[in-house]
């Protein structure tokens, strides 16, 4: 499988975006699809993840309440709706898929998310 992100842009702070990651190839229901973003200067972090078939999703503390994952199947696409976004939530923003949360094999290849105070 190989992802293409995209969605990211300027935006100031409080405000909304709604990335995608539109796969192609098969996708198996056990796998997990996830975001991960790294920030300037930071290391990369896990964001969010969802279960292909099932739909669970598994956030990061410091995005619950913020961040949506969600995954349309029949478009192969998996979305971040980020909302009330902060400075802080400044990254480049990759997807990725794997066989379990953490062992992500396949990424894309970044989209990147600049919010402004």
């Known amino acids: 499988v190989q992802l293409q992100a995209s969605g990211g842009g300027l935006v100031q702070a409080g405000g909304s975006l709604r990335l995608s990651c539109a796969a192609s190839g098969r996708i198996f229901s056990s796998r997990s699809m996830a975001w991960l973003r790294q920030g300037p200067g930071k290391e990369c972090e896990f964001v969010a993840n969802?279960?292909?078939?099932?739909?669970?999703?598994y956030y990061a503390d410091s995005v619950k309440g913020r961040f949506t994952i969600s995954r349309d199947k029949g478009e192969q696409t998996v979305f971040l709706q980020i909302d009330s976004l902060k400075p802080e939530d400044t990254a480049v923003y990759y997807c990725?898929?794997?066989?379990?949360?953490?062992?992500?094999?396949?990424w894309g290849q970044g989209t990147l998310v600049t919010v402004s105070s």
């Open positions: 990725a898929a794997g066989a379990s949360i953490g062992d992500y094999t396949v």
């Open positions: 969802i279960r292909w078939g099932a739909g669970t999703t």
